[in-house]
């Protein structure tokens, strides 16, 4: 019989029979199909099947603590979103900070932008791109994770060791990490590994977002490309393959950046048809054009402007705008309500069709060669449409929805939430508090600013950040710090510093301490029974000074 040490793993002495292994395969496709019926995963749609993830596992199951901490990010944020509430946190850069944000905040963020300009693991530092090495971010989740973990055995220590601890309460610091994971750094292998190296080293749920690798540019800069939604779905996927497999909760966050991105790599995808520009008239290609201009020994700057004039004159449209036009030349405007409901969803050849029949036989002329751009990617109608049809297609894969914006617009959002809760009330929203924003020049009064993220919970945007806060907060203050120590030396740090930790109850105060000196005196001690003297917090301490 398969006895219970079986259930786990069987990758144990004594060696189970062949008929035991084959008993267990059976069992953990029972238990998967179990476990994704339950109501961690509801509304999930996966195009894979439990005896595909059973037979991937292998013999040795493993226990993720960032599945705990998913479990525990997924109650936090159900209970937020029935409430109208939201989880809102500010971005952490280094363990200071996510410690110490930990006494206030429910979560902690990791942001990639963040890590490309401060911490990367070639230590190279540079903007946001996208082209750091993929363990860049998963690296500093580690980093952040671990430091969450000691905080945590010190705090439990010190509650315990409080004759008051019936009295009060101890920190959380094992806040649920969320994390960057840009576009997932690659092809589908790629995105799994990259899924992989998240779960050991300790993210709750990531977000991937629907820009090109090698093409990504920060939410908030232009010149984005795109994928075609079939990519972004297939990433989706194979996050949560890699997890399924894993045996792990984690939570997966789709992103898009299509309100913005101008660009498509590929027209593979039919669903990504309707929102290509393209020409009405024959041309000769931009990239000709181009190529020729710099055959001729023309220089960037002048390639630059020829490629401005060429989009000058030539009129670019969707296939909608040119059948709109197209009918309005054939003074048959009273087809255009037909052909837009017929060729929903239709690909350019079929809506070519569509067209025709409806029109009585009338060829239309569309080419979307015509304007791509010299790496070859063709030019989209970005809008709001093309961010609400993209999410309602990843909303099956995905636990939250993320939609990129170029401006804290409330009631844009709340129009965004509005149209998706319309086919998927239950879809968690993700809105980024974005440092990219001016926030004073978009003519918020004080009392807005302070409810701009109720309002916003309110319409189901339970998970809110503020990506890079760790950044900024650390540039104000160490300006502020080394300006002023410039010329009044320690008198500016005491009254910047040190006063103010004291003031505002901040445990760095007493940095030793902080860094978990105590904690582990204790356990030096315990093994050095009688070495006081070697105690690191004795009385010679500074520390006891404060």
């Given amino acids: 019989m398969l006895g219970k040490r079986f259930q786990s793993t069987i990758s144990r002495f004594p060696y189970p029979s062949r008929s035991e292994q084959f008993k267990y395969y059976e069992e953990q496709i029972e238990s998967i199909k179990q476990w994704w019926s339950s109501p961690r995963f509801k509304g999930i749609k996966r195009t894979y099947t439990a005896e595909l993830v059973a037979g991937h596992r292998g013999s040795f199951n493993i226990q993720y603590p960032s599945s705990i901490q998913a479990q525990k990010l997924f109650n936090l944020l159900n209970t937020r979103f029935d409430e109208g509430k939201p989880v809102h946190t500010i971005g952490s850069i280094d363990p200071v900070q996510i410690t110490q944000s930990a006494k206030n905040q429910e979560i902690a963020y990791v942001s990639g932008w963040a890590c490309s300009s401060v911490l990367t693991t070639t230590n190279e530092v540079s903007p946001d791109f996208g082209d750091y090495p993929y363990d860049t971010v998963p690296n500093q989740v580690e980093r952040l994770f671990k430091a969450q973990l000691l905080h945590d055995k010190k705090s439990y220590s010190d509650w315990l060791q409080n004759p008051k601890r019936d009295e009060v309460d101890r920190i959380d610091y094992l806040r649920p990490i969320i994390a960057d994971a840009d576009t997932g750094h690659g092809g ?78 590929s027209t593979v995808d039919p669903r990504d048809h309707e929102f290509i520009l393209g020409v009405v008239d024959p041309v000769k290609p931009l990239s000709e054009v181009l190529y020729e201009a710099e055959a001729q020994g023309a220089n960037s700057e002048h390639i630059n402007s020829v490629e401005q004039e060429w989009v000058e004159n030539h009129k670019l449209y969707t296939f909608n705008e040119a059948v709109e036009s197209k009918l309005k030349d054939l003074k048959k405007m009273d087809l255009y309500a037909n052909f837009l409901q017929q060729s929903q969803n239709k690909s350019l050849y079929d809506s070519k069709l569509i067209f025709k029949r409806l029109s009585g036989g009338e060829e239309i002329f569309f080419d979307w060669e015509a304007p791509k751009t010299r790496e070859g990617y063709y030019l989209v109608k970005a809008s709001i449409d093309v961010a609400v049809k993209r999410v309602i297609e990843y909303a099956p894969y995905a636990d939250l929805l993320w939609l990129e914006t170029k401006t804290p617009d409330l009631k844009y959002a709340q129009e965004f939430a509005k149209r998706i809760h319309q086919v998927y009330p239950d879809k968690k929203l993700v809105y980024n508090l974005s440092p990219s924003f001016n926030w004073s020049a978009h003519g918020f009064t004080e009392h807005d600013l302070q409810q701009f993220i109720w309002d916003l919970a309110k319409s189901g945007f339970v998970l809110q950040l503020v990506s890079l806060a760790g950044l900024h907060t650390n540039a104000v203050s160490n300006y502020e710090l080394s300006k002023n120590f410039k010329d009044q030396g320690m008198k500016a740090y005491v009254e910047l510093v040190q006063r103010k930790e004291k003031e505002i109850g901040c445990d760095v105060l007493t940095h030793q301490k902080w860094s978990g000196a105590n904690y582990y005196d204790d356990l030096i001690s315990a093994v050095q029974s009688g070495s006081s003297q070697t105690s690191s917090v004795g009385k010679d301490s500074t520390e006891h000074s404060f």
Avoid: Y
């Fill in 188 to 265: 589908t292998g790629s995105v799994m590994k990259l899924a992989k190296l998240f779960a050991e080293r300790g993210a709750a749920a990531i977000h991937i977002e629907d820009q090109l690798h090698g093409g990504k540019k920060c939410g908030h800069l232009s010149g984005k490309v795109l994928v075609p939604t079939s990519t972004q779905i297939s990433r989706l996927i194979a996050t949560r393959l890699q997890w399924d497999i894993m045996n792990t909760e984690n939570l997966v966050i789709a992103r898009t950046d299509s309100e913005t991105g101008n660009l498509l790599s």
